[in-house]
């Protein structure tokens, strides 16, 4: 069996390999290492992210780098700051054991000068995405005319960013004479031109099959009526309690549509879209990272570069407009030999669209029928049943024990058992009229379609957030509790940093705005304010104001 010291790498390397717990090379590693190791050539890799890409041109070019040289040898394009943040993390930790070495990463949306500052320091690989880059060069903060490797990370998604001109003007300012290694997913014309036009006789390596998605994702598909995706979204949702997962809608409209009903139905969920500012949309990836959130709404644009362990299902709210768009978004799953499933709701009409995927893509859909609300709810008894099975007793919570013990002792265990199942379960409704498979849908008083009507709810902004420790299901609590509401009236809690947002039913507008007007937690003035019509769910970055520690009303306008 291939080892790493068989592919032909440095001491220093395997030793930081070692440490990073990466016991054999991966295909596309074993492959590509000792090319690039042994012979100076240009290179066009097909593999996937979660492949372990990155290590094999990363160890090779780490390897050929030569400290004394304080210029740039090695050049890494990536699509996304994300990506471009993990590549130069990983590399980092690939050269952990390399004295001096030093690797800069070049992104947008952060100071321009630091990253220049810097590269003038002495970079040996710099990470970049293209826009940051060009404008780098034509301000003359950064010289690459002496690089000797350049690589293309997830070239076709580049080139679907239309980054093709920044990239063909980029190279402008490369030697000829340096080597260029290419990586991509699926294999469009477009990466093709670029092979073409801008590499020499480059070997191709194939991981797994061309254009397939991972074989560890088992994909899956259901035919959904069009106005029904939500109810078979809860109902997958129903049969996976677990799910870590991602789901993909088309527009960003629709992305917070859905993030907003499933905190209403009690899930963890956010969006993720083009709209939030670039700190907003870091700080949404830190939680889904944290998996302090169950499920992240995005659309692809904004679910470029996103690399994130675990995801055990990738949800296709729609189809893509390319196919293409699939490989990428059923490759979040199913990653690091891990098994994952990807979903895609589709329509009867569109089902014909099934066939040119397995086609074109080579790779096997099978249909399911969703399951009946009966199912879905013997499902969730069974998994809330080993939840209690697994759940471990506190001994710090032993003297409270027996009082709960005292307070129950004439009960029969059979009554109890029914008596604390039905509080579980009190808010399903077990023969749902909206659909077949549709479970669980709140009262008929705060159903979706009355909730989201903007002119019957009201949002309001408070000046705590998650500095203070609040998480969505707490602040719920507070809120309602301290307004002695009940479980639905108070919805859509969004908490940030510093302040967070909650919607109730406009009936009790002002019983919010009275009940918050004297309130001090902690020798503070707590603040709850209307926010104006129309804010999105997320607020634009230079709207966020907070008004933390403040006295004046004027928080959030
Ligand atoms: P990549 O495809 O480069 O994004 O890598 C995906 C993940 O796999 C990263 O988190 C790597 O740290 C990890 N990885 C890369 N190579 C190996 C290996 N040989 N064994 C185990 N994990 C690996």
Not at 221 to 227: N, T
Request: charged share 30%; glycine share 6%; net charge positive.
């Amino acid at each position: 069996m291939t080892n790493f010291k068989s592919l032909g790498l440095d001491a220093s390397l395997l030793k930081a390999v070692e440490k990073l717990g990466f016991e054999t090379p991966t295909e596309v590693q074993s492959k590509v290492i000792p090319i690039l190791l042994n012979d100076k050539t240009d290179l066009v890799g097909l593999a996937q992210t979660g492949t372990g890409k990155t290590a094999a041109f990363g160890l090779p070019m780490l390897q050929h780098i030569d400290l004394e040289i304080r210029k740039i040898q090695g050049l890494i394009l990536s699509p996304t700051r994300e990506l471009c943040l993990q590549i130069t993390n990983e590399i980092g930790q690939y050269g952990s054991e390399i004295k001096k070495l030093n690797v800069v990463a070049v992104y947008g949306g952060a100071n321009i000068s630091e990253q220049a500052k810097k590269i003038k320091r002495g970079s040996h690989i710099v990470v970049a995405t293209p826009g940051r880059l060009k404008d780098m060069i034509r301000r003359k903060l950064i010289d690459i005319g002496s690089i000797k490797f350049c690589v293309l990370d997830e070239a076709d998604e580049m080139l679907n960013m239309g980054f093709y001109e920044d990239i063909k003007s980029i190279l402008n300012y490369t030697p000829k004479t340096k080597s260029s290694w290419l990586f991509s997913a699926t294999m469009p014309p477009e990466v093709h031109t670029i092979a073409k036009k801008f590499m020499t006789a480059p070997v191709e390596i194939t991981v797994g099959t061309k254009n397939a998605g991972t074989k560890n994702v088992d994909h899956q598909y259901f035919i959904v009526p069009g106005r029904e995706r939500y109810t078979a979204l809860r109902a997958v949702l129903g049969m996976n309690p677990d799910i870590f997962g991602c789901v993909f809608c088309r527009t960003k409209i629709e992305t917070q549509k859905v993030a907003e009903k499933l905190i209403q139905d009690g899930h963890k969920a956010a969006a993720i879209h083009g709209d939030l500012s670039q700190n907003q949309r870091d700080a949404v990836m830190q939680s889904f990272r944290k998996k302090k959130i169950q499920l992240l709404i995005a659309t692809d644009v904004a679910a470029r570069g996103i690399d994130v362990e675990d995801i055990t299902h990738v949800i296709n709210y729609q189809l893509p407009d390319e196919i293409e768009t699939y490989t990428h978004r059923s490759g979040r799953t199913g990653r690091a030999g891990k098994l994952g499933t990807s979903i895609i709701f589709i329509t009867k009409s569109d089902k014909r669209k099934i066939k040119l995927i397995e086609n074109k893509l080579q790779i096997k859909l099978t249909e399911f029928e969703m399951p009946s609300a009966q199912e879905i709810l013997k499902n969730k008894i069974q998994h809330w049943i080993q939840q209690i099975k697994n759940t471990p007793i506190k001994s710090d919570l032993k003297p409270y024990l027996a009082m709960v013990h005292k307070e129950f002792e004439d009960f029969d265990k059979e009554i109890l058992v029914d008596l604390i199942f039905s509080k579980e379960f009190r808010n399903y409704d077990i023969n749902p009229k909206i659909s077949s498979f549709d479970l669980g849908k709140k009262s008929e008083k705060y159903s979706d379609k009355k909730i989201n009507a903007p002119h019957e709810k009201d949002r309001f902004f408070i000046n705590v957030g998650s500095r203070d420790q609040y998480e969505w299901t707490t602040l719920k609590d507070f809120v309602r509790s301290y307004l002695k509401l009940g479980t639905d009236d108070v919805f859509q809690v969004e908490v940030m940093k510093n302040f967070s947002f909650f919607s109730t039913h406009k009936k009790y507008r002002d019983l919010v705005l009275k009940s918050f007007e004297n309130l001090n937690l902690d020798n503070r003035k707590i603040s709850v304010e209307l926010t104006k019509k129309g804010k999105t769910f997320f607020p634009k970055k230079k709207k966020k104001k907070s008004n933390y520690g403040s006295k004046s009303k004027k928080g959030f306008k």
